[in-house]
Each structure stands twice: as structure tokens, then as C-alpha cells.
């Protein structure tokens, strides 16, 4: 019988039904492109956060003064100015959480002509033998702490005067694998050509020694980058980001002696003098950045936008009311309950919220790439989430915006109804 | 997500079955009054719960007002009055002690909402839902066994006041406003473990009543409507029993949700990775246990189990640290932060049971940092490894698992185990355990007598 008089009411008055439709697809089309971009970028923050491997940047205390406004630190117009020494880079392999050090590499910035243009070189390990306290045969540098890094052609040999070029340095001079340059008047071989999705395809990468004797900055380097295997951050580790001093003795040993990326680096810092070091968060240092200060804004146009649909799902309401009063009022002169003229209409404004929030959804998928694109240049993945959440807001909207036109059905009159008085 | 309706069952589902109690012989309000009411007062508690300082005065002090609070409320139930405090108060200090858990700061680890958030949230509120559907379902039923409220009031408030009881016995005693003795501490030791376990004590007090529900209520009712007559009673007399029945299913419905979730948490999702299958091996009479390397170097973690002569476990593993060739790192099952909770393989990757730490392979073997703790002097022979006993002696304080084998007594030659033994002497890198303080005595004074010649020749 419900069924019955559900489908009769959709056939006799499609329209205003279609207008309730639009009404929550509007609303939950907005929410979930909303959703779909808070949440996609929520899901990476939690997941770098939760990962088991992080990278560290070490850096010269006096460069970190001007925080992350340059990125990794590579791009600081300062960087070159103030240095680190390489003698001391062994001590690295040497802190409480040396185990969990998967590797690290220098980096040293700097221009230098090559062939009469200036060139942009970056001077670094590539698989590195470096005597370290107790390993001799210790190997380190970017093979290792930079495993995404593509090689057209083959690695260099760190002794020997080889380079990558970045693939858009190399496509701009039409350098192959196997070029020979001519820097600061010896011969560089260039092995292979470097696609690494970063800076480093602007630049001429080449091992540490060349470019210190190139740049003439002899012994130093810039920052260091540490690969470390770590545990996921939580409660305790992000209170001792914001300040290990306020730790009481007890919980500051448990942080020292637990591998958070925190506390590596806060190691990190005490073997390398002058640095200080800071985890390079992907996700949480730019999108994160973003989605956290718009999120409110988010949230209180999501807000009114319900607000909105909620009111016009009432008023749409109102006026079936008044329309289907007499039928109302049969209803009540046959016995029916009030409660199951009320659930009538509550049903069909769930049956209409639900079809609504599923357009909304597809919608707001759509919607939802377009930011990614806009915003981030890249696509942002779908989370099912989305779909739950927005069709219980859907529907609880369509619920609100029932209960009040619902309340006059328990005061209307069958007899005052059905003469025509009200 | 099991975690949140854990810690909600835990601290609210005690409160829950006093609150039924306490309605079933009162009028109540209506229900926008009480829903409102009600979250008012829990947001309340949870908002003094970060207001409230730490340290061990505040505990005290919330303690003998739970305390007090518990034992008036019960006090009260000998009045009929409606009364809206006991519900708000009572809802509010629970609010207070779970705020304390870490359970709200874990709601989310950044600052963005994402799936993990909503989840969590999501399980909230399904957790409270279910709390506020069990206690409206008990109410009902209590109306009609107004009598059985008792075991829920007496039930109810010693799950909260035995455990309470024992808090504020060993806040006193940390304040050193009591001394510390043996009786009092065990006594505050047993009665907070009991704390755990009050969830599962309020869901069996339910049990209990459903139980004395279905043999008072719906039995009777069942028969009545079977032995009714005339068409009007009969159409009446099974409304009434389908009624009972469908409130009987419902609450234990709510019940075994109750229950799985709770059990799934205890019993798989809190607990801690277990450790692979452990192959014993006994030590050869020449001292050097040895081992085919050859099956050993497929990049898994392989667990080995030696027993001392003492009984103690001395657990260690052999892996191949490296992917392209054999480069293998015998090391002890423990590390000398976190004891012996020992090492899983998960994946390709080796992680710590204690910390949860992964470990970098190929830094297996090496000393420090969260790293197993390394079994020295092992050598590669050929195709075997070969661990001498005395390296793996050195494990045995990292150790405490104990294993109950048969030893004998060298003076009496009488076999006895090695836990129920009431003495041991170490002598000459072993122990002798003796069945009686003379045997233990004469050992003590001269060794060489009752030892066999062998062992003697061992001796420095």
C-alpha cells in the first residue's frame, strides 16, 4: 500500500518532485567535491604520516631561519652562503638510530659555465664508498636515498669525471649519453640522462668532489638528505616537535629511544654541528598546507548550502501539503494514523534525497577532478567514503526539511479538510 | 575502529545499566528533553576532562566523587522521586573519565578531515547509539520486572565501586597520606584489573536479566496466549507475547553487537603481532650447535628456540641480510630496549614486537639503536653455521620465559622439575637444582664430590 501511493505521487506531480530532486543534488554535489578534495588530500597527509621511511633534510642552522617559504631548501636564493663540513658526515651513521639510516647524500649547489652558458650543477654522491666508524666499506648516496630517480644510460662512478644531466637541461643543449663537456677546463662525460620529477632536470648532477672543486668550496656542503626508517608519528612525537624541552624526563627518554622522524632528526642535529634538520613531508608541507587553511571555508559553505536545500525541501513540502490536504483528510476520516501519513512523506523525501545524493556524487566527482586539476595539477583519487557520508547528510536534510511542514498534518481537520474550509 | 566501542563500552556501559535502573520505576521526561539533557552533560564531562589537571591530587579527587556520587545515587534508589541530577551527573563523570583515555586524541592524526576521521567518528556515534538503545530497551523491560532492577543497581554499582575503591587506595598511597604495604597494594592491584573487564560484567548483568526476561515474561505470556479461549483474549494475549519477544530480540541483539565488538578488539585487533614458529634445537655434547645454512638463506626470518639447562628459552634467529647474495646475521630474539617481545617478519621487512619499529635489513647483526641484539662468535663452516653454547649463553638474562623440564638431583639422584625445585646452585657454568636444603648444603661444600668425572674434567 505504501509503495503504491509513493509511485501514485511520484506519477501524479513529477515535477515538483524533480524540483526537490535538484534541490539535495545541488547540495550534495557541492558537498561531495568538497569532501572528495578534503578527503583526497587528508588520505595522503595520513598516509605519509604513517609510513615506515621518511626523508630528512639537514641543513645549516642559519639557512632553516627562512623555514620551508623555498621549498626543500634547494631553491633558497641563500643556499651556497652558509655551508656544512663533509668531514663530519660519517657522524651520521654514528647517532643512537644509526640501524635505521638507509642512506644519505650530500648535495652542494652552484652555477658553473659549461661550454660558455652557465649551468645550474648540484654536486652529490651516487653510490659512494665512505669509511664510516664501523664499516669501512660503507656505500651511500643517491642509488639509495633517491630510488624513484630514472636513468636514461648508465650511473657515473663518483670517482671519475662522469654527470647526469637533467632531462631538461639535456633536451634544451641536445646532450646524449656519452657527451663530452668541457667544465672548468677538464673533460666531463655525461653517462646518462636523469628524469627525477624535481628540480634535479634543470641541473647537471655530479659527484660531490668535482663540484666543490668547480665551485672552490672545498670540504663543504649544503644540506644533506637522510633516508630513515621510522615509526609512525602520533600523539607523543608531535607533542615533541613542538618542543622537546617541554618533555618531563620520563616521556623525553621514551621519545629519544622510540625511532619517530622526530627524534632522528632531533639526533640528527646533535651529530652534524650547526644544522638543523627537518622531515620532508610531500603531501603535508603543500597540499596539506593548502586544504588546512581553506578547510573552514569549506566547511561553513557546505554548511550553508545544506542550510539552503533543507529550506527549500520545507517549502516544496509546505505547498504538497496544502495541495494534498483532502487526501490527507480521507486518510484520517478512514482511520489512518498520523504517524503513517507523516512516514509517507518523510519516504518520499528520503526516496527523493537519495536519488538526489547520487547524482550529487557523480557530480561532485567531476567536480571534485576539476579542483584536483585546477588547484594541484593533478587528479585527485576517489574515496568511497564520500558516498556514505553525503547520502546520510542528503538524507538527514530531507528529513529536517520534512519535520516541520509534517508537525501541521497532526492539526489538520478530516471534516474542516474535506469541506474545503482550510 | 573496534577501539572506539571498546573504550565507550567500557566507560559508559556500567553507567548505561544503572541508568535503566534508575528510570523503570520513574516517570520520564520526554525524549527531547532527555536526549538533550544528556548529551549536554557528556560533552560537559568531556570538556572538564582536558580542563582538569593531571597529576595525582585531581585523580584522587575525582575518584572519592565518583566515589561518593555512586554510593548517593544508590542510596537514592530507595525513593520512587524523579529526580533529572542522578542521570546528568552520573553521565557527566563518565564523560570525565573517558575524556582522560587517549581514545579522543587518536580521532585523528592531522588537521584535515580524511577516511580515518570519518570512520572513527562514525564508530562514536554508532557506539553511543547502541549505548542509548540498550538502555532504553532494559528500561522497558525493567518496567515489568520492576523487582530485578536490584541485580542491575547492586551489579552495576560494584562494577564501578570495587575497581573505584581500589583507585583511591593507590592514589593514597602515592600521596603517602596511607603507608604502602604488601595486603593494600595487592588488594588495589586486583580490584583495578578489574576495571577491564567492567564492560563484559555490565553485558553479562544484562545476559542475566534477559535470561530471567524470557523465563518471567515472555514464557508465561507464550503459555497464555496457547491456553487462550475466547478470540479477543487470544488476539490480545499474543500481541502482549510478540511484544516481549521483539523487545527480548532486540536488546539481545544490541548485546551480541555488544560482545563481538568488544571480544574482536580484546582478543585480535589490541593484540600484538605473534611471533612465527619457533624450531628447538638441542646443543650437541661437543658445545657447538650446528646448523644447515643453505635452506636458512631464502630472506625469511628463521626462529630458533635453545633450552638452557636451567630451563630458560634462549630465542634467536638467522636471516640473510642482503637480496643478491648470502650474507647471513645470527642475533638473539631480543633487542635491549624492548626486552624479549622479540622480532616479526611482515612482508619483506623485519619490524620489532615491542616498538614497532622496521628494521633496515641490512643492518641486522650490527649493535644499537632498537637492532636485535647480536649472537657473537658464530662461524660459517662449509654449508653449515656454527654457533658456539657459550654465545648463546650470554642471551640468557634477556630472556624470561622458563620451561619446566626434569632435572635431577646430583647428591640424591632423585628427579625433580625444575620450577618446583627450592634449590639451585650454580657451579661451573651450570645449574644443580636440589630437592632439600641438606642435599643443597653438602653440594655447596664440595662440588667435585657428586659430579661425574666428565664434567669435572670441564671444570677450571
Known amino acids: 500500500m505504501m509503495l503504491r501511493m509513493l509511485r501514485q505521487s511520484w506519477r501524479r506531480n513529477p515535477r515538483r518532485k524533480l524540483l526537490a530532486v535538484a534541490t539535495v543534488f545541488l547540495a550534495a554535489s557541492l558537498l561531495s567535491a568538497l569532501m572528495l578534495v578534503s578527503i583526497g588530500i587528508g588520505d595522503q597527509m595520513a598516509k605519509e604520516m604513517k609510513s615506515y621511511g621518511a626523508n630528512i633534510l639537514l641543513e645549516p642552522a642559519e639557512q632553516a631561519v627562512l623555514p620551508s617559504l623555498f621549498g626543500e631548501g634547494e631553491d633558497n636564493p641563500l643556499a651556497g652562503q652558509s655551508t656544512l663540513q663533509e668531514s663530519e658526515l660519517p657522524n651520521i651513521v654514528d647517532i643512537f638510530w644509526r640501524n635505521n639510516i638507509v642512506g644519505f647524500a650530500p648535495l652542494l649547489n652552484g652555477e658553473v659555465a659549461v661550454d660558455g652558458h652557465s649551468v645550474r650543477v648540484i654536486g652529490t654522491f651516487f653510490d659512494h664508498v665512505l669509511a664510516v666508524a664501523d664499516d669501512p666499506e660503507y656505500r651511500t648516496g643517491q642509488k639509495i636515498v633517491s630510488p624513484y630517480w630514472q636513468v636514461d644510460g648508465a650511473w657515473p662512478d663518483d670517482a671519475r669525471a662522469e654527470a647526469l644531466a637533467g632531462v631538461a637541461l639535456a633536451g634544451r643543449h641536445g646532450w646524449t649519453p656519452g657527451t663530452l663537456l668541457t667544465v672548468d677546463g677538464e673533460a666531463l662525460r655525461i653517462t646518462g640522462i636523469l628524469r627525477s620529477g624535481g628540480e634535479e632536470e634543470e641541473a647537471l648532477v655530479a659527484p660531490l668532489a668535482r663540484v666543490q672543486g668547480w665551485l672552490d668550496r672545498p670540504g663543504r656542503v649544503g644540506s644533506v638528505r637522510v633516508s630513515a626508517l621510522s615509526v609512525p608519528e602520533n600523539d607523543l612525537s608531535r607533542r615533541a616537535i613542538r618542543d622537546p624541552d617541554a618533555l618531563d624526563a620520563e616521556t623525553y627518554d621514551q621519545w629519544y629511544c622510540t625511532a619517530y622522524v622526530s627524534s632522528i632528526a632531533h639526533q640528527l642535529e646533535e651529530a652534524v654541528s650547526g644544522s638543523i634538520a627537518r622531515p620532508i613531508w610531500q603531501v603535508a608541507a603543500s597540499e596539506g598546507a593548502i586544504i588546512e587553511k581553506i578547510q573552514w571555508l569549506l566547511i561553513m559553505a557546505t554548511c550553508a548550502a545544506l542550510i539552503a536545500a533543507a529550506m527549500g525541501i520545507a517549502s516544496l513540502m509546505t505547498s504538497a501539503l496544502i495541495e494534498r490536504a483532502k487526501e490527507i483528510g480521507l486518510m484520517k476520516a478512514l482511520g489512518a494514523h498520523d504517524w503513517r501519513i507523516a512516514l509517507l512523506f518523510y519516504a518520499e523525501a528520503a526516496l527523493n534525497s537519495v536519488v538526489g545524493a547520487v547524482l550529487g556524487c557523480l557530480a561532485g566527482w567531476g567536480l571534485a577532478r576539476a579542483i584536483g586539476w585546477q588547484l594541484f595539477g593533478e587528479a585527485l583519487a576517489f574515496s568511497w567514503i564520500v558516498v556514505p557520508s553525503v547520502l546520510l547528510v542528503s538524507l538527514f536534510i530531507a528529513l529536517a526539511g520534512t519535520w516541520f511542514p509534517a508537525r501541521r498534518i497532526v492539526r489538520l481537520d478530516p471534516a474542516e479538510v474535506l469541506y474545503g474550509r482550510q | ?460
Open chain 2, 1 to 460: 575502529m573496534s577501539y572506539y566501542w571498546a573504550s565507550i563500552l567500557s566507560a559508559f556501559l556500567p553507567t548505561t545499566v544503572l541508568l535503566a535502573a534508575h528510570w523503570a520505576v520513574r516517570r520520564p521526561y520526554g525524549p527531547w528533553i532527555t536526549l538533550l539533557s544528556s548529551a549536554a552533560a557528556l560533552l560537559a564531562g568531556i570538556g572538564l576532562s582536558f580542563a582538569l589537571p593531571a597529576g595525582q591530587f585531581a585523580t584522587l579527587g575525582l575518584g572519592i566523587a565518583q566515589f561518593v556520587l555512586l554510593a548517593g545515587f544508590l542510596a537514592w534508589q530507595f525513593t520512587t522521586r524523579r529526580e533529572p541530577f542522578w542521570q546528568i551527573a552520573l553521565l557527566a563523570v563518565a564523560g570525565v573519565l573517558w575524556g582522560r583515555s587517549p581514545a579522543l586524541a587518536s580521532l585523528t592524526t592531522i588537521h584535515v578531515i580524511n577516511t580515518d576521521f570519518i570512520l572513527n567518528l562514525a564508530s562514536v556515534v554508532t557506539a553511543f547509539a547502541a549505548c542509548l538503545l540498550l538502555g532504553w530497551l532494559l528500561c522497558l523491560l525493567l518496567r515489568e520486572l520492576p523487582r530485578w532492577r536490584w541485580l542491575l543497581l547492586l551489579g552495576g554499582g560494584a562494577l564501578q565501586l570495587v575497581p573505584l575503591s581500589g583507585n583511591i587506595l593507590l592514589s593514597l598511597m602515592k600521596l603517602q597520606a596511607l603507608e604502602l604495604t604488601r595486603a593494600r597494594l595487592s588488594f588495589a592491584a586486583k580490584t583495578i584489573d578489574l576495571e577491564s573487564a567492567a564492560a563484559y560484567g555490565a553485558l553479562l548483568l544484562v545476559a542475566l536479566l534477559l535470561a530471567v526476561a524470557a523465563l518471567r515474561l515472555a514464557w508465561p505470556r507464550r503459555r497464555a496466549w496457547q491456553a487462550a479461549q475466547a478470540l479477543i483474549a487470544r488476539r490480545i494475549a499474543l500481541a502482549a507475547y510478540r511484544q516481549t519477544r521483539a523487545l527480548l530480540a532486540g536488546a539481545a541483539l544490541v548485546v551480541l553487537a555488544m560482545v563481538c565488538a568488544q571480544g574482536y578488539w580484546d582478543a585480535v585487533a589490541s593484540r600484538p603481532p605473534a611471533l612465527s614458529a619457533v624450531t628447538r634445537v638441542d646443543m650437541p655434547p661437543d658445545n657447538e650447535l650446528r646448523l644447515t645454512l643453505a635452506p636458512l638463506m631464502d630472506g625469511n626470518l628463521h626462529r630458533f628456540a635453545w633450552v638452557a639447562d636451567d630451563g630458560k628459552v634462549v630465542r634467536f634467529f638467522i636471516i640473510n641480510r642482503l637480496d643478491d647474495r648470502v650474507a647471513p646475521s645470527v642475533v638473539l630474539d631480543a633487542c635491549l630496549l624492548c626486552g624479549d617481545k622479540g622480532y616479526v617478519q611482515q612482508g619483506n621487512q623485519v619490524v620489532c614486537v615491542g616498538c614497532g619499529v622496521h628494521m633496515f635489513k641490512p643492518s641486522i647483526g650490527k649493535p644499537g639503536g632498537c637492532n636485535p641484539v647480536p649472537v657473537e662468535h658464530w662461524r660459517v663452516e662449509g654449508e653449515q653455521i656454527v654457533i658456539p653454547k657459550a654465545s648463546l649463553e650470554t642471551g640468557l638474562q634477556l630472556f624470561s620465559t622458563v620451561l619446566t623440564i626434569e632435572v635431577t638431583d646430583p647428591v640424591s639422584g632423585q628427579k625433580l622439575t625444575n620450577t618446583s625445585a627450592p634449590h639451585r646452585y650454580a657451579y661451573a657454568g651450570k645449574t644443580y637444582f636440589f630437592a632439600d636444603e641438606a642435599a643443597f648444603n653438602a653440594f655447596r661444600d664440595e662440588p667435585e664430590k657428586y659430579l661425574p668425572a666428565a664434567a669435572q674434567g670441564d671444570a677450571p
